[in-house]
């Protein structure tokens, strides 16, 4: 499992692939992040990999909820690479890191997408810009904030993919 996580990991960090190949790569890692794990922490090792609090530590997201790290770094790469999926996803190109974004919306529940987090220090200020004291409140999520993040990267590409969300996810209300 480490070599087809690692195999996936480092494609995203080559320019060299083609879009489909890339969102594929994307969604399997997303899926990968998830195996056994809680919706709740699903979430979190996701917003560490793909949206790392700035200037701080790694697996900040975890280690503010109080967990000790992710399933997949402690059961899968941490023991048989030295690596985590956070250190990883730093190296992808923007087009991978991008992918791989685009992987999560596919690959994460709508429990995961919806869930809400108690950001970092560093995260609020950034992805809160223009919203109600209400919305801050609530916390940090994947859908709605993470998509926040992405748009200002990739504003057209990141754009064109949302259009597709309604028919990957169905959120409630939050």
């Known amino acids: ?5 690692l195999s996936l990991t480092r494609s995203l960090q080559q320019p060299a692939l083609s879009r489909e190949a890339a969102i594929a790569a994307g969604v399997t890692l997303a899926a990968a992040a998830g195996a056994g794990a809680a919706a709740h922490t699903h979430t979190l090792v996701l917003a560490d990999a793909f949206f790392p609090a700035p200037g701080a530590d790694a ?3 975890l280690t503010r909820a109080g967990l000790p790290a992710a399933p997949i770094d402690a059961l899968i790469l ?14 992808f ?7 791989a974004i685009r992987g999560l ?4 529940s709508p429990a995961a997408l919806s869930a809400r987090l108690n950001p970092p220090p560093g995260v609020a200020s950034e992805s ?7 919305e801050r409140e609530e916390g940090w999520g994947l859908l709605l904030d993470g998509r926040a993040w992405a748009l200002q ?5 990141f754009s064109a993919q949302l259009k597709h969300l309604p ?3 169905q959120v409630g209300p939050l």
């Open 93 to 99: 190109t923007p087009f991978g890191r991008l992918s």
């Open 78 to 91: 941490g023991p048989t690479s030295g690596t985590t999926l956070a250190a990883e996803a730093a190296r």
């Open 167 to 169: 028919d990957l996810v």
């Open 105 to 108: 919306l596919t690959a994460a």
């Open 128 to 134: 809160y810009e223009g919203t109600s004291e209400e």
């Open 1 to 5: 499992m480490a070599c087809l996580v």
């Open 59 to 61: 697996n900040a997201w």
């Open 153 to 157: 990267l990739f504003p057209f590409p």
